[in-house]
């Protein structure tokens, strides 16, 4: 396994934990390489609808799965640029829409598989900040540090609801909160690597903490485990 040989730090937790905004960051500060394992069940979820894929199609999804044609470039922000098959899609994958697509697709273990396979090419020098549901549990369960970030729903639909606006998304708290609260049932729920903390995970909860906090909190405990550049 590829896992091993360099450094894995895991972050996985329910939408809206603030994962993204701190995982990048970390990752920043480490100079290590950064998987946002959603944008590739998103980008999937992108391609199904271009390609007018049927959901119960496993056979089909699966090969999608696999052939995935999908690149990231990093902004000079705290953004990603995302390609599917050449075309900038990082609009179409912010979507909730795309979301709510993604976690079905997400319960396929045909569509996991394939993923999971895309997610460990990522773990190269220097190292790799991973974020997502099932990254210390089953993608890197080998991770020298898993942190599970989480939040109360309130907080975490408020969080969601001001990134959508600020996207210029015509969108209402209301919606926002029962979406993710949909989407949490239906990860948590699924019987395919499900969103659990991995048994050896910090958990950390970011409800009443800042962006900046929630990377201070973390970058101590990296430190105090001798990770390194
Ligand atoms: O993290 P993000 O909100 O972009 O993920 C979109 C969906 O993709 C999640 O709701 C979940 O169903 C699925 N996902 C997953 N495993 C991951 C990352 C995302 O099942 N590691």
């Not at 697509?101 to 273990?109: I, T």
């Not at 020298?144 to 209402?172: C, H, M, P």
Request: proline residues 3%.
């Amino acid at each position: 396994m590829i896992v091993g040989t360099v450094n894995v730090v895991t972050l996985d937790g329910p939408s809206g934990a603030g994962k993204g905004t701190v995982g990048v960051s970390i990752a920043k500060k480490l100079s290590y390489n950064y998987l946002d394992s959603g944008a590739l069940y998103r980008a999937l979820a992108v391609a199904v609808e271009r390609h007018n894929v049927d959901l119960n199609d496993k056979k089909l999804l699966k090969k999608l799965a696999i052939n995935l044609d999908i690149s990231f470039q990093a902004e000079t922000g705290s953004g990603m640029t995302v390609f599917l098959e050449g075309e900038d899609i990082s609009g179409d994958i912010a979507l909730e829409r795309t979301a709510a697509r993604a976690s079905v697709l997400a319960l396929y273990s045909e569509v996991r598989t394939a993923l999971t396979e895309r997610q460990r090419l990522f773990a190269i020098s220097p190292g790799l900040v991973a974020d997502g549901r099932d990254m210390g549990t089953v993608v890197f369960p080998d991770a020298v540090l898993k942190l599970f970030l989480t939040a109360t729903i309130e907080t975490r639909a408020k969080r969601r609801y001001k990134q959508l606006l600020l996207r210029g998304d015509n969108v209402s708290l209301p919606a926002v909160w029962r979406q993710l609260q949909k989407r949490d049932q239906r990860d948590s729920e699924r019987s395919v690597s499900p969103l659990v903390p991995a048994t050896d995970a910090i958990k950390l909860d970011s409800t009443n903490m800042s962006a900046e906090e929630v990377v201070d909190a973390l970058m101590d405990m990296i430190v105090a485990r001798g990770i390194c550049k």
